[in-house]
């Protein structure tokens, strides 16, 4: 027998990715951290597609703590590990299991922050693993983007951007070849799945 949350997911059933997600990363703060001094801890602002918010740090007698508010207050603390050859690792814990993480995550639906495991996150790439269309859009994203571009998902078409002023002309060049051989390979599994599409219609009419 499975634990909570095992079996079978309900159809039509899709999980929050992390890319969705406005993320904390630990490594981040406590840069901001080690910049400070004892007696000015630092806040900032957080902004993330489409979230915005504050952050701010701040001392009680259980040690050092971080506020985060975007719609609401979370108060976050912080857990130390000592590695074996020296030196003092930091990790949020988690509000909801007390875990060391060194991600939080909220999602555009939920009041808090938590870490993927307790917000049930997955991966954008997982959902794309058998939509093979969606593993190529993904790749001429990535490959658009080192050339200071992105894809617009109304328009059907790849649009690449002039080169970059600090790019070789032979790198550009390779970067463009990629990017019409993503999309011509994109194109060939298009029309032969809207074949095997329109066969399964014709064969079950």
């Given amino acids: 027998m499975g634990g909570l949350g095992s079996g079978r997911k309900r159809w039509g059933y899709r999980a929050s990715t992390v890319e969705e997600s406005l993320t904390l990363e630990i490594s981040g703060f406590v840069m901001k951290l080690l910049k400070s001094t004892p007696q000015i801890l630092p806040n900032g ?3 993330q597609g489409d979230f915005s918010g ?8 259980d ?6 508010y975007v719609d609401y207050i979370d108060i976050i603390r912080f857990k130390q590990t000592y590695p074996h050859f020296g030196g003092v690792r930091w990790w949020f814990a988690c509000p909801s299991c007390h875990r060391g993480v060194s991600k939080l995550y909220l999602l555009p ?3 808090h922050f938590h870490c993927r495991t307790c917000h049930h996150l997955t991966y954008r790439s997982c959902q794309e ?5 969606a593993q190529l859009d993904r790749r001429i994203r990535r490959w658009l983007k080192k050339l200071g571009g992105r894809q ?3 328009y059907p078409f790849v ?3 002039d080169k970059p002023k600090w790019m070789r002309w032979e790198t550009y060049l390779q970067i463009c070849l990629t990017i019409s051989a993503l999309e011509l390979r994109r194109e060939q599994v298009f029309v032969a ?7 399964f219609l014709r064969k079950s009419l």
């Fill in 152 to 154: 617009n998902p109304l």
């Fill in 109 to 111: 639906n939920a009041p």
């Fill in 159 to 161: 649009e690449v951007p």
């Fill in 54 to 61: 504050e952050f701010g740090f701040h001392k009680d007698n």
């Fill in 193 to 199: 799945e809207a074949r095997k599409l329109s066969e």
């Fill in 63 to 68: 040690g050092l703590l971080m506020w985060v």
């Fill in 129 to 133: 693993s058998r939509n093979v269309c």
């Fill in 45 to 47: 602002t957080l902004n």
